[in-house]
């Protein structure tokens, strides 16, 4: 063991510890789902992106098990060496009709989906122009990138304002490519992207735009298609990311557009070319999901009654919900130890609500992020919320 390193990391960690941003996951015991069994204990979850309940459907399990007999538990290889079995090629082409895209390419996460695809459709005579608020994955992708970005630069835009998006979107006329990039849902806010206004901008001063829907796959638009679908903008978004590791229940991420931009990123996209594909029950359980999101509208409609009730029954016990549009629904606290101590006060209460803090949001912008789900029952958000109001009133 190099004793530097060893060194190193004890300081570093014992500094993330001071400044109470050390994270340690609790672990869960049973399968996802609203009630659970986390580090021996009983709680509600409201900390879950299972939005639909799908991660331990029968029907998906089942599915799962079949391409376990039917193909083992590997696809042995990287995407293009040989490791693309005819069960991923029908879930890219099933995804392909529920997005009504050309083509869609799956890569093993979201978080990859982003880092491939960025990086591979820019040069260093673009601009990428963000959200201020968009996420770490896309964040990432953009830094491996070789166009300008830079905040520091002018390339951050407000969130969610479209005169400092179009501001930008004038002092940059002299680069080649113009990439506007944005969360279709915020993923710590919960608020939705005004992604009409974000395609006339992009349209007017020839951009083009990508957005990232791990939030709104299985949430908003006609079955969970997605913002596009949510505001009717069909072939007028040119990149969409989804996610499989939320709605959908399993793990995967996918770029959804035209068919030269998937022949393009199984050329050039990174983690396509050198990581190995998804297991087959993956890509089969995925499928079935997918057809429980098109053909069964009851997780979703359980997915919208619950957030509904949750929000209105937090808005009249006095609770700030910051705004959110969405399943995701932050509980405004403002300060750090405070959230810290109210989601210690709700676990011990079987509730289990994660504080986030600076510098995932903020500094006084503390909140608990909470995610209502198809998998709670009206009794399991009665319980949270009866804990949530006993909580406050101690702290
Ligand atoms: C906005 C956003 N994009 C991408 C991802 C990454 O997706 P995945 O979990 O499938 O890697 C996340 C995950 O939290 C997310 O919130």
Redesign the pocket.
């Known amino acids: 063991m190099n004793t530097e390193l060893q060194s190193w990391l004890g300081s570093e960690i014992e500094s993330l510890k001071q400044q109470n941003l050390y994270k340690s996951p609790k672990i869960l015991e049973s399968p996802a789902g609203g009630r659970v069994k986390m580090n021996g204990k009983e709680v509600v979850n409201l900390s879950s ?1 299972n939005y639909l309940g799908l991660a331990n459907h029968p029907k998906v399990r089942q599915a799962a098990e079949e391409a376990i007999e039917k193909w083992g538990v590997g696809a042995g290889a990287v995407r293009w060496i040989g490791g693309t079995m005819s069960v991923h090629d029908e879930l890219e082409r099933k995804l392909a009709k529920f997005k009504k895209v050309e083509a869609v390419l799956v890569f093993t ?4 989906a ?1 880092s491939g695809c960025i990086p591979a459709v820019l040069t260093p005579e673009d601009v990428v122009i963000s959200d201020e608020l968009n ?1 770490a ?2 964040i990432d992708g953009v830094r491996l990138s070789p166009a300008k970005y830079k905040k520091s630069e002018g390339f951050v835009y407000d969130h969610k304002n479209m005169d400092h998006l179009e501001q930008i979107l004038k002092n940059t006329q002299g680069f080649k490519k113009r990439m506007i990039i944005t ?1 279709g849902v915020f ?1 710590m806010d919960g608020d939705i992207a005004p992604l009409p206004q974000i395609v006339e901008l992009a349209e007017r001063y020839n951009a083009f735009v990508m957005v ?1 829907d ?2 709104a796959s299985g949430v908003l638009g006609k079955n969970g298609a997605g913002t596009a679908s949510h505001f009717d903008l069909y072939g007028r978004v040119d990149i969409q ?1 989804g ?4 709605a959908l229940g399993v ?3 996918y770029i959804a557009g035209s068919a030269l931009l998937k022949d393009w990123l199984i050329n050039r996209g990174r983690p396509y070319l050198f990581s190995t594909a998804h297991p087959p029950m993956v890509a089969a359980a995925l499928i079935a999901a997918l057809d429980i999101m098109e053909n069964d509208p009851e997780p979703m409609k359980r997915l919208w009654d619950n957030t509904r009730w949750w929000k209105s029954h937090l808005a009249e016990a006095g609770f700030d919900t910051m705004g959110s549009e969405t399943p995701i629904t932050p509980v405004f606290v403002g300060d750090e130890g405070k959230a810290q101590q109210m989601e210690k006060a709700l676990w011990d209460e079987g509730v289990f609500a994660l504080s986030i803090a600076y510098p995932t949001v903020a500094r006084g912008k503390a909140r608990l992020r909470t995610m209502p789900s198809a998998a709670h029952t009206e009794e399991d958000l009665g319980f949270a919320l009866e804990a949530f109001k006993r909580v406050r009133d101690r702290i």
């Open positions: 992106n996460g979201g978080f990859t982003n996420h994955s896309i969360d993923s990232d791990a939030h990311l996610t499989l590791s939320k793990v995967g991420g």
